[in-house]
C-alpha cells in the first residue's frame, strides 16, 4: 500500500522561508514532486526531480524553490525561500511509481501574507 506523508506547511509573511518534507512508502518511485492549487485555480507543477537526478521547474518559482531527496530516495524535500502572497495554496506531494501511476498526499496549506 503506498503512503504519502507531507509535513511542514504553514503561516508565514511575505520573504520568509518554509520547508516541505514528503515521505513515500509501499512502491519504488521513478519520480517525486510538489504541485500546488490555489484557491479558483488549476493544480500546477511546482517542481519535480527523476531517480535520475534531473529536475524541473515551475517558472514562477525558479531561483527561489529548491526540491531535493535523500539518499534512500523516499523523502523528498521543497525549499522555499522568498516566499510571495502568489505562492499561497494547498501544496501536494506527488510520486510515481515504477508502473507509472501517480500517488498523491493529503495535502498541505502554505499561506503567505503580504
Known amino acids: 500500500q503506498v503512503q504519502l506523508v507531507e509535513s511542514g506547511g504553514g503561516l508565514v509573511q511575505a520573504g520568509e522561508s518554509l520547508r516541505l518534507s514528503c515521505t513515500a512508502s509501499?512502491?519504488?518511485?521513478?519520480?517525486m514532486g510538489w504541485y500546488r492549487q490555489a484557491p479558483g485555480k488549476q493544480r500546477e507543477l511546482v517542481a519535480r526531480?527523476?531517480?535520475?537526478?534531473?529536475?524541473n521547474y515551475a517558472d514562477s518559482v525558479k531561483g527561489r524553490f529548491t526540491i531535493s531527496r535523500d539518499n534512500a530516495w523516499n523523502t523528498v524535500y521543497l525549499q522555499m525561500n522568498s516566499l510571495k502572497s502568489g505562492d499561497t495554496a494547498v501544496y501536494y506531494c506527488n510520486a510515481q511509481a515504477w508502473t507509472e501511476r501517480n500517488y498523491w498526499g493529503q495535502g498541505t496549506q502554505v499561506t503567505v501574507s503580504s
Open positions: 509501499g512502491s519504488i518511485f521513478n519520480a
Open positions: 526531480v527523476t531517480r535520475g537526478g534531473s529536475t
